[in-house]
């Protein structure tokens, strides 16, 4: 793809996180941005921080509503009549036991992390293959290639992505479209106080990992050179990073090294 400067891109979870970073690094880039979320209130004010304010616009969008994404996807398309590219980032995060956690929890995560970016995807993707471009970011996680304890519903939605959009990919190569995904690492968000519970509630505290995790800035900034050179995947955070080599050479080690942590 080379520069992304002067893109047209939709951004999903753009009401904060790394979906608000994204906004603003790319808004310095002069791109035309689409910015949806559940929270209209926040998207009007991360639109308001930005400097090209018309070149964005805000469409709402709770991506458990599987049924609205071709009706989304249109408003998308229409706003500036193109889409280069889709960064699905929206998605939420759990910390529960497996013998704990209710299965609406499992499907809550489901329908959000993967049935919905598969949905609003599956609803972009006509629109690529008639302009012969695009190109799909998906934001994983680290945990989308190897798991954690109390995330076992979170790592299984994050590695149904990869399947999904590796298969997209050999697809519709063909027609001129890209798949990135992006595996965080641990990053300074809100993602660990929003993340369920066994009983669905969030977590409403911060996890130390990610305290400590990259700044936000730094990792949009990575993300977007990531985007630039059409990476397949793209592993960004500090040492846990380590554990993507260790699963696929020393998946035993790896094994201890994550029960020992938790310990």
């Known amino acids: 793809m080379g520069r992304i400067d ?46 090209h304010q018309e070149n964005i616009e805000i469409i709402s969008l709770d991506l458990s509503d ?48 993967y049935l919905g970016t598969v949905a609003l995807s599956k609803a972009i993707l006509p629109y690529f293959m008639k302009a012969k471009n695009g190109h799909f970011v998906t934001v994983s996680s680290l945990m989308g290639k190897f798991a954690g304890p109390q995330r076992s519903g979170y790592c299984g939605s994050k590695h149904a992505l990869h399947g999904f959009f590796d298969v997209l990919r050999m697809e519709h190569e063909k027609d001129g479209i890209s798949v990135t995904m992006i595996c965080p690492g641990y990053v300074q968000t809100n993602i660990d106080k929003n993340a369920l519970t066994a009983d669905g509630s969030p977590q409403e505290k911060h996890d130390i990992e990610n305290q400590n995790g990259l700044p936000v800035a730094v990792f949009a900034r990575k993300m977007i050179r990531a985007i630039e050179r059409q990476k397949y995947e793209a592993y960004m955070g500090k040492k846990e990073v380590m554990g993507i080599y260790l699963k696929r050479f020393f998946p035993k080690l790896l094994h201890r090294i994550v029960v020992k942590s938790t310990e």
């Open 6 to 51: 002067g893109k047209t891109i939709w951004i999903t979870g753009a009401s904060s996180g790394i979906g608000e970073a994204l906004t603003y690094q790319l808004d310095k880039k002069k791109c035309k941005l689409v910015i949806s979320s559940r929270k209209e209130i926040e998207l009007q004010r991360v639109k308001a921080n930005c400097t």
């Open 66 to 113: 599987l049924n609205d994404m071709p009706e989304k996807a249109t408003l998308a398309f229409s706003a500036f009549g193109q889409m280069d590219i889709l960064i699905n980032n929206a998605g939420i995060s759990q910390r529960s036991e497996i013998i704990n956690t209710d299965i609406s929890v499992y499907k809550q995560l489901m329908d959000i992390n």
